[in-house]
Structure formats: C-alpha cells, structure tokens
C-alpha cells in the first residue's frame, strides 16, 4: 500500500508545507536555512507517518517535528523563545486598534517583534493554530501562550500605531 | 473595572474562539448593546483580517515542494496515471479516478454516495474486506486498465453503504491503487453520475467501451476553480487509450 500510504502523506502532511516554511523562515531568519529545514521535517514526518494517527492533528505534529528540527540548528532557540517570560515587561498600549495598517506595514511592524513574540502570533493570528496546540508545539504552559501572546498583541498594535520602530532591546533581533 | 474594559480585555481571546461558553455568552450580550464595545470588535477583527493577508502570502518555493516530494519513494506507473488526473497545481485536493463497464447504469443520487464513500474509504483507509471474490469471478475479471497487463485485483470490499458498489484495491508491479466499480445494475441507459456534495465534485466522460470518472475534492484549493476542462482533457485521453489499447 505505499502508494496509499504516500497520497495520505501529500494529502495530509504535504499541504501544510507553506505554512511550516513560512514559521521556518520566521525562526530561522533566512530562505535557505529555511528550505533545509522543512524538507528534515517533510523526511521525519514521512519516516514516522506510520506512528501519526489517522484523523489526529496532523498539522500540529509538523509543527513539533519542525521546532524540534529547528532546535537541534538552533541552540539558542529556547532561550530566544523563552526570552521575555522571566521579566516583568509591560507592553505600552497602543491607544487604539489600528485598522487602517496597509501590508508593508504589517510586514514591517512584525518584523520588529522579538522572536518569542512572532511566533506565537504568526502561529495564532495568522496561521490559527489554537492555545493547546501551541503550548505542545513550543512545550509550554498553556497560561505562558496566553500571557506571551497577550503582550505580544499589545507591542504589535503600539508599533503599528506609533509607526517607526521602538529601541531595541537586549536580544532582541535585528 | 467596568463592564466594557472586561469586555475589552477579552476580544482578543473571544475572536480566538477560546473563551468558555459562559463567557462567551456574556461577552456576546454586552457586544449586542454596547456599540462601542462592538466596534472595538471589528476594528480587532479586521486587523487579524489584515495580518493574515500580510503574513501569509509567502509560499515555499516550487523547488522546496519538489525537493521534499522526491524524498516520497516514486509512486507506481499505475498510481501515476491517476496522478496525471490530478488537476495540476492542486496541492489540497485529491482526485479519484474512477472506470466503469458502459453498459452499467444508476441513479445519479447512488452514484455520487458511493464516490463520496469511496473517497473517504480511499483517503482513510478504512477498508473492512467483503466478499472479495464475489464480483470478479461474477464478472470474470473485467479488465479495469489494460495497458501494461498484469493487472491483478487484491482486494475488494462495499464501500460505505453502497450495496452495488466495490472499492478494488488493483495491484500492479507490486504496487495497489483504488478503483470504485459499479456492480452491474439495470436502469436508465447512459446516465453519468455527477456529484456535488460539500467540496466534492465529479465529472464523467462516455467512450465506446468505458464511462470514466474523475472526482475532485475542491477544499481549500483555488487552483481547481477551473478544474472541469482539464479533466475533461484527460478523461478522454485515458478512454481513447483504453480503446486503442
């Protein structure tokens, strides 16, 4: 039945592979690292399709295959993800919701964002993953997503409201 | 803290679809009466609408897809002409391909039920074995293809609640794909089941000696908006084959 096998793989493993490109860049920072990245993923989750339960949610198990992938890259990666948990940082308000935000704007207002940050909104806002499946996919507290997310909400809006960029902090990207 | 920054503070996880029933519920009430609340709402939603416009448009290039797809072991030459049928681009829908004896004719309605059951039985997998052997040596060994030879039917079982149907699981050169057959029936001479249900759609073609059919999953893929030519194209390729062969 392999080739049974392989259509239940593209149809259900292979269609999210934008989407896990798209968190890979996110993460990695740059196209090729990226690529390289999701095909590792693409050839674990084949390799161990098997175990996948039909009907479960595939595409959060990518998703953890593709962070564990990234973190044997990156070893700093739970650092950097972790990096504003442990500090009492209260996100300025923005004083309004900014609707009228145009795509380059998003695109620069987000690129902003410290990594821990980006992830869980492009995760959530922009890819719809829910609280649970992020918090397996990162292996954190569920409450930790939420608060992560909540602050994350809050410097998005006060960039895009205030337009240029805040100071960088200490370790912060970019 | 009042009514509307309680309300406020909890938009975010509200258009989340993360907030308990309860609070939901009264989140809705105060959104009902307070348009100010109500417009916060919508300027919280149409943002979200705005990132993911933004943050979404990257796609993985057509050299990942490749790359990532030659990893997959090569599929048979019999799963790849069903893949062919595969209307190009597709990447989300799935496509079955379906042969049936001409003179075998159902209504519409049964039709379209045992392909939608035949999607799902193929996708799923879920296949419980029945009387295997019951239609081939029926209708001694209809040839389902017949390029190539050595074609060999492994398997064969109801699929869903279609009597008058069997999923055929065929191998070829060690390889299986799956074909729905129709059982022979009587009715109306040449009526070609369509489909239209949920996100599944089919088409079908007449040659001399075949009806074939291609059933398409239109979830989530724009690229089969204009699926049907296509299709059409290579139904009748494969059926000109099929009678020339």
Known sequence: MADLRRARFETEALVHVDELFRAARRVMGETSAAEDVVQDTCLRAWQAFDRYEAGTNCRAWLYKILFRAIAARRRELQRELAMFDDQLVNEPHASAVTTAADAHQIQQAFDELPLAFATVIQMVDVEGLSYREVADVLDLPVGTVMSRLHRARRRLRHLLSSGPALPKRHGERR | ?245
């Open chain 2, 1 to 245: 803290m009042n009514d509307c920054a309680r309300v406020i503070a909890l938009l975010d996880v509200y258009l989340d679809d993360e907030t308990a029933p309860e609070t939901n519920a009264v989140v809705q009430q105060h959104l009902d009466r307070c348009a100010s609340c109500a417009a916060r709402l919508q300027s919280v939603r149409a943002l979200r609408v705005a990132m993911r416009a933004a943050l979404r448009r990257d796609r993985a290039p057509a050299s990942l897809h490749a790359r990532v797809r030659s990893l997959l072991p090569a599929p048979s030459p019999l799963a790849a002409l069903i893949r062919t049928w595969i209307v190009p681009a597709a990447a989300t829908a799935v496509a079955v391909w379906i042969v049936l004896p001409w003179r075998t004719s159902e209504p519409a309605g049964e039709a379209a039920s045992a392909m939608a059951a035949h999607v799902v039985c193929a996708l799923e997998g879920s296949q419980t074995v029945r009387d295997a052997h019951y239609y081939w040596s029926a209708q001694n060994s209809m040839p389902i293809v017949t390029s190539g030879g050595g074609i060999r039917v492994v398997d064969a079982h109801t699929c869903g609640q279609q009597p008058d149907y069997r999923h055929v699981i065929v191998e070829e050169g060690g390889s299986r794909a799956s074909v729905l057959i129709a059982v022979a029936g009587e009715g109306p001479e040449g009526r070609l089941p369509t489909l239209r249900r949920g996100s599944l759609e089919s088409i079908g073609v007449r040659g001399a000696g075949y009806r074939a059919f291609v059933v398409v999953d239109r979830s989530g893929s724009p690229a089969l908006r204009n699926w049907r030519e296509p299709a059409l194209e290579r139904l009748q390729q494969f059926l000109k084959h099929q009678e020339g062969s």
